[in-house]
């Protein structure tokens, strides 16, 4: 109420404005000065950018903006953008991973060419993602992910030098152009079956269309676009290629804010556009998602307990994690009233994730940093050199594997409490069967830091401070959000509520 | 009757008038190969190397940016055709003109950042430079 009476309505989408000015400023900056290599400045003006996005999602969350209790979701530019909880939630995730990885790079960056580029592409990119999780025609989905997907491409193959990057940076494009075609594909074939791009006009033409067979194709191919983004199966090859030859914090923001992303806008399409409600009964595709749920969370996690390369393994492991963040659309039914609760601890999982797993990837950027090798036994005995940082990573691989004094526990828990809830318990014990597993070789990483003599001589002899800032900002995020979560599982549940209502 | 057997019938013709031209050519022309046939047709030149070869990557530069105004103009077209009839109706200059130059600003911004940054500059590949000096020599 607060602010619907105080701004106006265009400003909602302040977040992701401001994400837009900071990398149109960020590019002004480098067109006065080409040539200058001034980190500091470009690091600061992203960090003020993403904090000041996440001043404005915190701020219009706390303040209701678009919430139920203020009249719904606040819809913009003839229904093509929707400004709600929703929304504005992973809006918040997003700039805090954007924060955390701009701070990172600072160090991580030192001495290399084009920086200017490098954080105008992220801020791009996190546009991208919040005017993804703001979406509310499949129009503005694709082309928001194509915005959020461009850059990433770029991003990914930044160490123009380094065969692995450049590498992992075709292979990225390659598959994503892919299944960008198949995406665009799908939504070609729903408006065929239905005549309209905006959700709930779908939703309505689907209810009873005679199109079963064409609208149906068009929700697979389309999930199968949400399945790259969120690097599940069946698209989820990119990943550990994308992830090992990125540079360390560019692989932190895919994993974690990127497929985050791709989350906030299949929730919308698959709540919105494909309701379970209105979807004609040939259209199953909670199945289709309980498949993609158990098989990406199995794949993901037995393909990660084999891995000798810790950052390949986090990869992995990151895709075990998309494949519980699945279980908010498997453990669906129409009309059940826990289906707000099941998706909205999705939704939180996915902001816990955002800290843990940022802060792991960026703790793989501080030992790229001092150049110490990426097997899980060049991190024998790092306990000793580097006590902080390494008790920082304890506690991500511990909140990753959902051990109980974490933040990763709580989340996972709501989760797993929502699908037996819904009454899906068997994917909820295929989940806790999978964090199991996957204590083991998280806790791999931990043995050899603690508890592993060292094998060599470490050389390190710098303590990068903006690395170490990031880490322990993501770190002191999983922590604080032990006593915080709460209002954070509600704030979330909230506002999947209002999706199905 | 089915207006598909129309069509189907065009495409009958039209399939075959060409495959019928090429067997009665080959019935009636004397077969007289030679070297100068099966070359390569260059416009009278000599063909000389193979076509895997490097191009400058500022064509591809150019060529972006070209795409980019190009887009840009595309857009530019049906707002100057309901800009004044927009106006006449009542829309105020701001929904009518800012959103455009805001548009504009943002290329701006991106064209200047690439043109500082060497994007329309010609550099000259050091590969070409010293072939152009065998030749003169």
Redesign the interface.
Same mark, same amino acid.
């Given at each position: 109420m607060l602010l619907q009476s105080q701004l106006p309505n265009s400003l909602a989408l302040a977040p992701v404005l401001v994400l837009a000015l900071t990398a149109l400023l960020l590019l002004v900056v480098d067109s006065i000065d080409p040539d200058s290599t001034n980190s500091a400045a470009l690091a600061g003006i992203s960090v003020v950018g993403a904090l000041t996005s996440l001043g404005f999602a915190g701020w219009f969350l706390s303040a209701g903006t678009g919430q139920v209790s203020t009249g719904g979701g606040i819809s913009l530019y003839g229904e093509a953008l929707v400004v709600d909880g929703m929304a504005l939630f992973f809006m918040a995730i997003f700039a805090s991973v954007t924060a955390m990885v701009a701070i990172g790079s600072y160090d991580y960056l030192r001495g290399k060419p084009h920086q200017a580029e490098f954080y105008t592409l992220v801020m791009f990119a996190a546009t991208g993602m919040g005017l993804m999780a703001a979406a509310n025609s499949l129009a503005t989905a694709f082309v928001a992910l194509e915005l959020a997907s461009l850059p990433s491409y770029a991003l990914v193959a930044f160490l123009k030098k380094n065969r692995g990057s450049v590498e992992a940076g075709l292979k990225y494009f390659l598959i994503g152009a892919v299944s960008s075609a198949v995406f665009v594909f799908g939504i070609s074939l729903v408006y065929a079956a239905t005549g309209s791009m905006v959700f709930s006009d779908v939703a309505e033409a689907l209810n009873g269309t005679e199109f079963v067979g064409v609208a149906g194709l068009g929700v697979l191919m389309i999930a199968g676009g949400f399945a790259f983004k969120t690097a599940s199966v069946p698209f989820h090859f990119w990943a550990p290629e994308a992830y090992e030859g990125a540079p360390a914090p560019i692989s932190a923001f895919l994993s974690s804010a990127s497929k985050a992303a791709g989350f906030a806008v299949a929730f919308r399409v698959f709540t919105e556009a494909f309701a379970l409600s209105a979807i004609p009964a040939g259209i199953d595709w909670v199945l289709l998602f309980q498949i993609l749920a158990v098989v990406t969370m199995t794949l993901g996690n037995f393909a990660a307990a084999t891995q000798e390369n810790v950052k390949r393994m986090l990869a992995y492991s990151s895709i075990g994690h998309a494949g519980y963040a699945l279980i908010g659309l498997a453990a669906l039914s129409a009309g059940s009233a826990q289906n707000g609760n099941v998706m909205g601890a999705s939704m939180a999982h996915l902001l816990v994730y955002g800290f843990m797993n940022t802060g792991a990837f960026l703790f793989i950027a501080l030992t790229e940093h001092w150049d110490i090798g990426r097997r899980f036994e060049d991190f024998n005995g790092l306990g000793s050199q580097a006590p902080v940082a390494c008790a920082a990573m304890t506690v991500f691989m511990f909140s990753l594997a959902g051990l109980p004094p974490f933040g990763g526990f709580f989340s996972k828990y709501f989760l797993f409490a929502g699908a037996i809830g819904a009454g899906f318990w068997w994917l909820a014990a295929v989940g806790a069967v999978n964090s199991a597993l996957s204590l083991f070789y998280y806790s791999r990483v931990v043995k050899a830091i603690w508890i592993e003599d060292p094998s060599g001589e470490f050389q390190i002899t710098s303590k990068p401070i903006g690395l170490y800032a990031a880490v322990m900002i993501a770190a002191l995020g999983t922590l604080v959000l032990l006593p915080g979560f709460g209002p954070v599982i509600e704030m979330a549940q909230t506002a999947a509520t209002a999706l199905f209502a | 009757m089915n207006p598909w057997i129309a069509i189907g019938a065009l495409g009958v013709v039209s399939i075959g008038i060409p495959l019928g031209m090429m067997a009665v050519s080959a019935l009636l022309r004397p077969s007289v190969p030679e070297q100068g046939k099966s070359a390569i047709y260059e416009s009278g030149e000599i063909p000389t190397g193979t076509a895997r070869l490097q191009f400058n990557i500022q064509y591809y530069m150019v060529a972006l940016l070209f795409v980019i105004f190009d887009i840009e103009t595309v857009l530019i077209f049906p707002w100057t055709v309901i800009y004044r009839s927009a106006l006449e109706q009542g829309a105020s200059l701001t929904e009518v003109l800012l959103p455009m130059l805001v548009f504009i600003g943002?290329l701006v +911004? @991106?064209l +200047? %950042?690439a %043109?500082?940054? @060497?994007a329309v500059e010609w550099v000259k590949s050091p590969l070409a430079e010293s072939r152009k000096t065998e030749r003169q020599t």
């Open positions: - | 943002i +911004v @991106g +200047v %950042w %043109w500082r940054n @060497g």
